[in-house]
């Protein structure tokens, strides 16, 4: 059964400042799944990783993908106050769970001025 | 892009009363919904994937006759939850596959219920 842990799970940062989230996953996962959430409100897909090494980019926000080591990173440049939002990081096991995915915990991150 | 709408956006009911939720692809097909729960300040669990034109298959610790889900087209799928009780209150959101393609896969707005 895959199992998917964030961490950190709260994350307050200061404008300006970069930081990295982890996610750290049990068991093979085809692809690995970024997304945003803001409070009330549904999830935005911010990347989707396929295979090891992929790297990918969109202004402040760089995402990363180990598979040998079943670890992706959310890594954050420069923060700014519209990135306060909940990230999550979701894997699918594939197989007869495909397309089913499974959630981190959640990473509530708010940033400072 | 692809888009998947939910219906209603939020709803109130009395206890032991039916809600249905409608979860629409609105510009793709769908051949494949997945169904979560998101309780307050808490991650998605996924609940049920649905199947266009097949029984829905459940994950483990979710009530099928309690939470009885339909897919009769490819562009709609339907979440009705019986005899509602407050702690079935929660944020129900649908996600859809597109079809044919292997990763991609997209969210809905979202269904606040909250059961009094």
């Known amino acids: 059964e895959l199992k998917v842990e964030q961490n950190p799970l709260f994350l307050s940062m200061q404008e300006g400042k970069n930081y990295t989230i982890y996610c750290n996953y049990s068991?093979?996962?085809?692809?690995l799944y970024w997304y945003r959430q803001d409070p009330g409100k549904s999830l935005e897909s911010l990347f989707v990783?396929?295979?090891?090494?992929a790297v990918k980019q969109e202004g402040r926000l760089m995402a990363s993908l180990d598979t040998k080591a079943r670890l992706s990173t959310l890594h954050i440049t420069a923060a700014v106050h519209d990135l306060s939002a909940t990230y999550f990081c979701?894997?699918?096991?594939?197989?007869?769970?495909?397309?089913?995915?499974?959630f981190g915990q959640g990473t509530i991150l708010t940033v400072h001025p | 892009g692809a888009v998947v709408s939910q219906h209603p956006s939020w709803v109130i009911c009395k206890s032991g009363t039916s809600v249905k939720i409608e979860c629409r692809s609105l510009?793709?097909?769908?051949?494949?919904m997945f169904w979560y729960r998101q309780f307050p300040k808490q991650s998605l669990m996924l609940m049920a994937t649905?199947?266009?034109?097949?029984?829905?298959?459940?994950e483990q610790g979710v009530e099928k006759d309690k939470f009885l889900i339909n897919h009769a087209s490819l562009t709609l799928s339907t979440l009705t939850v019986t005899s509602a009780h407050p702690e079935d209150s929660s944020f129900y959101i649908c996600?859809?596959?597109?079809?044919?393609?292997?990763?991609?896969?997209?969210f809905g707005p979202g269904t606040r219920l909250t059961v009094t």
């Open positions: 996600s859809a596959r597109v079809a044919g393609k292997t990763y991609e896969q997209y």
């Open positions: 979701a894997g699918n096991a594939g197989g007869t769970s495909y397309g089913k995915l499974t």
């Open positions: 990783l396929l295979s090891n090494g």
């Open positions: 649905s199947n266009e034109g097949s029984k829905a298959t459940y």
């Open positions: 068991t093979t996962s085809d692809r």
């Open positions: 510009d793709f097909q769908a051949t494949t």
